[in-house]
């Protein structure tokens, strides 16, 4: 008799390029003078003209400050900046797009071959290659009533700049680090709020998945409706193991346009394609070539702001961590909101230590995303107000802790709420001698290991006196109190 040959599962690793369309804020429109408004809260229909409703014998003219937009962006992403830009007609046909077609850039992209840093877990940097960043406009949007469809054009004509990175993703992780990483140059660099809920920032991962040392390209899938970075990492770690399993089982992966329920954890299938799309790109005659200059290219240049890395780099001088510098800068609000706290005289660590440990745990308990930073009740300056509190030994840790809990509810500056909350350290030592004697004589066991030699018990017993104080004991002075008798009782 023979014996089955175990077959070893293969191991895949994914393959991933990112599309991302982000909106560019600018004042006005990208072909037509109406106004940007936000399209989640703006009464429907009430920013339109005769271009962005497509009517028949107007004419577009390119918004220069959205060129610029997409200058920045492409400078910012390491891309060269195209001379010359040609416009081209992306035929058609969806409700929401009533000329039938779309004005985007298709051989001539404002910006090519660039690329965005990625941060490893391993504190290791990956460099994801930029592939094009063109400008285009945005649609109307549907909204589904019941049986019906509504339409609102005030989206339509807004400008967008599609970002496409080559497929040099290779984990869900990695999707996510890529993101998290344009999202806050975009937001750095004043062109697009980052808010996916809203959808002026959305973000599309082509997905496939190959033998682990294959250098092919499979059939890979897209995955839309994506409302967060979280829903991203979600998204394409289901996607990845599901091809997998495809492969695996001897099965192929079909070409399709994927939907996210984020309920369900699944992606769903919303269309398959069969071959490409046939968009019948050509230049649109209603728009000459845009030709951009090196001066202009320059002046941009002159007027980019710090960017991420630079940002974090510059707190990593001031002292901080990598990670923990990685993490103040993921967010420019938050950035901002530390820096705010050093010029109101916090010391960086310190500052740090209180915005990712403390303020993140109590926004994150509020449901507060950290871009929402600046809405919380404690301000920078009191923020610095309460370390200072602390190194002024006029605030314990555990005191200081409750203090922010104080101001984050309700109004009050630190010192005001260390006396109404009886914070103040005590200067009575004599409260201090009775809790150290206390708390060692409900402890024997861990006095006698502690005089046996056991040194780390200190910290246990410290930890009890301190809570006697209910934050009012100063640190320094317990500690002394308690090792000098502790020093007499195993004589
Ligand atoms: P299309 O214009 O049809 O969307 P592109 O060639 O422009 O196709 O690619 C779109 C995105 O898909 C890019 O981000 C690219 O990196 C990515 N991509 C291309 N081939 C693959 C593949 N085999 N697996 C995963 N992603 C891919
Ligand atoms: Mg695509
Ligand atoms: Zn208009």
Redesign the pocket.
């Given at each position: 008799m023979t014996e089955a040959t175990p077959t070893m599962p293969t191991a895949y690793e994914a393959v991933i390029g990112l599309?991302v369309h982000a909106e560019l804020e600018t004042r006005s429109k990208m072909f037509c003078g109406c106004a940007v408004v936000d399209s989640t809260t703006a009464p429907p229909n009430t920013v339109v003209c005769p271009v962005c409703l497509g009517m028949p014998g107007v004419l577009p003219v390119i918004n220069r400050r959205a060129v610029e937009f997409g200058i920045r962006v492409g400078l910012a992403l390491n891309c060269q900046i195209a001379a010359a830009n040609v416009f081209a007609r992306k035929s058609y046909f969806y409700p929401d797009l009533p000329k039938g077609y779309q004005i985007s850039q298709y051989e001539m992209p404002i910006a090519v071959n660039g690329w965005l840093e990625i941060d490893l877990p391993d504190g290791a940097t990956k460099r994801i290659r930029i592939r094009r960043a063109h400008l285009e406009e945005d649609t109307g949007k549907l909204v589904h009533v019941g049986d019906s469809s509504l339409i609102d054009y005030n989206r339509s004509g807004v400008p967008l700049l599609e970002i496409?990175s080559e497929p040099d993703i290779r984990s869900a992780d990695e999707a996510e680090a890529y993101a998290r990483k344009l999202r806050a140059i975009l937001q750095y660099l004043d062109v697009n709020s980052g808010d996916m809920s809203k959808g002026v920032l959305r973000v599309?991962p082509?997905i496939s998945v190959r033998p682990v040392g294959s250098d092919e390209f499979r059939t890979r899938t897209?995955v839309k409706n994506l409302n967060s970075i979280r829903s991203l990492q979600r998204a394409s770690a289901y996607e990845i193991e599901r091809q997998a399993k495809v492969w695996e089982s001897g099965g192929q992966v079909a070409q399709a346009t994927l939907g996210w329920d984020e309920v369900r954890g699944q992606t769903v299938t919303q269309r398959t394609k069969e071959s490409a799309d046939d968009y019948r790109y050509f230049p649109e005659p209603d728009l000459p070539p845009l030709f951009i200059t090196p001066e202009w290219i320059e002046d941009v240049r002159r007027t980019m702001p710090e960017l991420p890395d630079a940002r974090r780099d510059r707190l990593i001088g001031l002292g901080l961590s990598r990670y923990d510098a990685s993490v103040i800068v993921a967010e420019k609000a938050v950035a901002d909101y530390f820096e705010k706290a050093l010029a109101a005289g916090a010391e960086p660590k310190k500052a740090a230590n209180w915005v990712i440990n403390e303020l993140f745990a109590r926004m994150n308990k509020a449901g507060l995303p950290g871009e929402r930073i600046a809405d919380v009740r404690v301000t920078p300056g009191a923020l610095a107000g309460l370390i200072r509190l602390v190194d002024e030994g006029r605030a314990n840790h555990s005191a200081a802790k409750q203090i922010l809990d104080a101001m984050y509810a309700e109004d009050g500056a630190p010192d005001e709420w260390l006396s109404r909350l009886g914070l103040e350290q005590t200067q009575d030592s004599g409260l201090i001698s009775e809790a150290v004697e206390r708390v060692l004589a409900a402890s024997a066991a861990e006095v006698a290991r502690y005089c046996a030699g056991e040194e780390k018990i200190l910290k246990f017993l410290l930890g009890q006196v301190m809570r006697e104080g209910k934050g009012k004991f100063p640190a320094a002075a317990v500690q002394e109190l308690l090792t000098a008798t502790l020093r007499e009782r195993c004589g």
């Open positions: 599309e496409v599309e082509n897209e």
